[in-house]
């Protein structure tokens, strides 16, 4: 296979070559051949499309931090192999790829199946603190406890030869690609944007999983318009993978009923010049002299509100814990302090091009070790892991701080430090 661009994504096609085509999408972690038991009973109809995910199965390392990127290079992929319409079919992350094309690209999408999908998943915090974790101690941690989330413990200790595949096809993906995932779902969250997905939609869940379960299966069935729930029993997370049949037969069926004719906007058509009853009459020409200047407005406009932007940005250093403690926490007296804080620290000073994040967080604690602020270290420690600083990087700016800081403040700002780092990167039992 020739080198893939990094606009584009690693694939492949089964199934007769003049058949309607059905994508595949495959979950955080997993490869395409998490779908091989669909393929042969998929490919006697379709002409099935499967692709990797960036750093996945050997697929070149060039990471995509935002499920629309994904779904844009899905997309050039697909125009690159000459395919416009298809019926798709996503796990998880892959899931999360389905609702992006029916909500920004609805003329492409004939039919979708979300599988494990949830319309937000878990919380920004969590996926994040999963970067730390690889950033940290590579992705073995992440490798070890896959089977965990993804299979029944029936299943999983039955099947120890899938299990050990699942660890090991989770173990050789890129960390840097994987970081990026987790970023891109951590941003992920189109639960107001539901009402205005038009393809006709499966929501496949198995009845055990304990990450995207029956309730965010439902919350995606009450939203969508054209949806319908399947639960499959005796499955987790990965259930293509722990009930191949079951999906397979729910899979058929659906895309075998529910293939939506072309995509239609609702807008009537206007008509050709050449139907027209009476010809058009050329634009009247108005003399220069006529036009009159354009009003001077009376004052400049104001300036954009920066508060949403600042607390976005608030959000996604600090983490939603943090932020939300200190705004419940606010009240008439401090209220306008964390407006202030919100609006010109995030929403000006840190929304500002010059320097990236990992720049102004080593900034950041080399300030707060300067000032003595000890208080505020420890919430900054973990910012400054979430925006890509290791232990060992945080570790050289503290001592860079016993120089032009004092030993004495070094040694306070290494104490909380390591406590957070601890905390932060200690992989869960």
């Not at 600083?389 to 040694?411: M, N």
Request: charged residues 20%.
């Amino acid at each position: 296979m020739s080198e893939t661009p990094p606009n584009t994504l690693q694939y492949r096609f089964d199934g007769p070559e003049d058949a309607p085509v059905l994508i595949l999408g495959p979950s955080l972690g997993t490869t395409w051949h998490m779908w091989d038991r669909q393929v042969p009973e998929l490919a006697k109809q379709w002409r099935v499309f499967r692709f990797d995910l960036p750093g996945h199965g050997g697929a070149p390392a060039h990471p995509a931090g935002s499920v629309a990127e994904l779904t844009g290079r899905l997309l050039a992929t697909l125009d690159a192999v000459g395919v416009q319409r298809f019926g798709y079919a996503g796990c998880a992350l892959g899931g999360a790829i389905g609702l992006e094309l029916a909500l920004r690209h609805p003329e492409r999408l004939a039919s979708l199946a979300l599988v494990a999908a949830s319309p937000r998943f878990g919380t920004a915090d969590e996926f994040r603190q999963r970067g730390v974790i690889v950033r940290t101690n590579g992705l073995d941690p992440i490798a070890r406890t896959s089977p965990d989330r993804w299979f029944t413990g029936s299943f999983a200790a039955a099947q120890p030869a899938i299990t050990e595949w699942a660890v090991q096809m989770v173990r050789t993906t890129d960390p840097g690609c994987y970081i990026a995932a987790c970023e891109a779902l951590a941003a992920f969250d189109v639960r107001a944007e539901l009402g205005r997905a038009a393809a006709p939609t499966l929501v496949l869940v198995g009845a055990d999983d304990g990450v995207t379960g029956p309730a965010e299966a439902r919350t995606l069935v009450a939203g969508i318009r054209d949806a319908r729930l399947a639960v499959v029993p005796g499955a987790s997370h990965l259930v293509p993978v722990e009930q191949p049949a079951a999906v397979t037969d729910l899979l058929v069926h659906h895309f075998s009923t529910a293939w939506q004719q072309p995509y239609d906007t609702g807008q009537t058509a206007l008509p050709s010049l050449a139907a027209l009853p009476v010809p058009l009459a050329p634009p009247p020409v108005v003399p220069v002299a006529e036009i009159a200047p354009a009003p001077v407005p009376a004052a400049l406009p104001e300036p954009p509100d920066r508060y949403e932007t600042g607390l976005k940005i608030r959000r996604e250093v600090l983490g939603d814990a943090h932020v939300d403690r200190a705004l419940t926490a606010s009240d008439a007296f401090s209220g306008d302090f964390q407006d202030f804080l919100t609006r010109v620290t995030w929403g000006e000073v840190w929304d500002r091009p010059g320097l990236d994040r990992r720049t102004r967080s080593c900034i950041t604690l080399t300030a707060l070790v300067a000032g003595g602020h000890l208080e505020d270290l420890a919430s900054h420690t973990r910012a400054a892991l979430r925006n890509g600083l290791t232990p060992d990087e945080i570790k050289e700016v503290l001592l860079h701080t016993a120089v032009y800081c004092g030993v004495p403040a070094a040694h306070r700002a290494f104490r909380v430090a390591q406590g957070v780092i601890a905390e932060e990167t200690t992989p869960d039992a």
